[in-house]
């Protein structure tokens, strides 16, 4: 668990100094701290078993406000 909180830890500094230039760089580091808290924990532990659900929440959220992003493009554009 230290290492999964060491990576949030340092997601939170990279934000914090305006480091994420790019949505893409942000979901790789995301991505990276849950595949490795799959890869080093047995599937039946509750790391690995929250990082399924923290993941899928993740992406839920991620899709909105994709979405989100997308249609007020279209508003700012004139585009319905």
């Given at each position: 668990m230290?290492?999964?909180?060491?990576?949030?830890?340092?997601?939170?500094?990279?934000?914090?100094?305006?480091?994420?230039?790019?949505?893409?760089?942000?979901?790789?580091d995301?991505t990276?701290?849950?595949d490795?808290?799959?890869?080093?924990n047995p599937?039946?532990?509750?790391?690995?078993?929250c990082?399924?659900?923290?993941?899928?929440?993740?992406v839920?959220?991620?899709?909105?406000?994709?979405?989100?992003r997308?249609?007020?493009?279209?508003?700012?554009s004139?585009?319905?």
């Amino acid at each position: 668990m230290d290492a999964l909180c060491s990576d949030l830890s340092t997601m939170e500094d990279r934000l914090q100094r305006r480091e994420y230039v790019k949505l893409t760089e942000f979901v790789a580091d995301m991505t990276k701290i849950f595949d490795n808290c799959r890869y080093y924990n047995p599937s039946d532990s509750p790391f690995y078993q929250c990082a399924e659900v923290l993941e899928n929440f993740f992406v839920q959220k991620l899709k909105c406000f994709k979405a989100s992003r997308s249609h007020n493009n279209k508003l700012q554009s004139g585009t319905s």
